[in-house]
């Protein structure tokens, strides 16, 4: 888990989501938008596991939490993928390396994503721990290896 929580920090770190109060042209704006989406399906993963964890009763609960999570993981590197093949090499892109407003927007993500991402870190190391509870399960075998899977396939994300 912790690995994965290092590739999440430095995977959020390389793209952008918008701000208010930064002037950007249009087509700047449409790839932070672009790059925003994906990342907002995982830090929704992220807090519905949260409250799921949380309100976990039993093993089943917990594979649940899990299996969603793992769906709505996956759902954001499909669609991450999706937007790094439509972008890569645009103009619009390129012309970010150079704009001010752009690196500004990006430094701000990348600060706000860190702080969301290191929020979650208890988040998984409950999931871990309730995992190891209720290991006898055959689901939470199931579970434990699809988790294994998802997280596998998170660090594959191309940046």
Known sequence: MQSFLKFAVVAGLVFVVTRPGYALDADQKAVLDAYKKPWDIYLSAMQNLENAIKAANNGEDVVKAADKFCDDANRFVDEYNDVRERF????????????????????????????????????????????????????????????????????????
């Not at 690196?103 to 702080?115: A, G, V």
């Open 88 to 159: 890569q090499g645009s103009d619009a892109l390129k012309s970010m390396d150079n704009d001010a407003d752009a690196k500004k927007n990006i430094q701000d993500f990348m600060t706000d994503l860190k702080k969301k991402i290191e929020a979650a870190k208890p988040t998984f190391d409950t999931l871990k721990s309730d995992l190891t509870k209720y290991a006898s399960s055959p689901e939470i075998k199931r579970v434990q290896n699809r988790l294994s899977s998802t997280m596998n396939r998170i660090q594959l994300v191309e940046l």
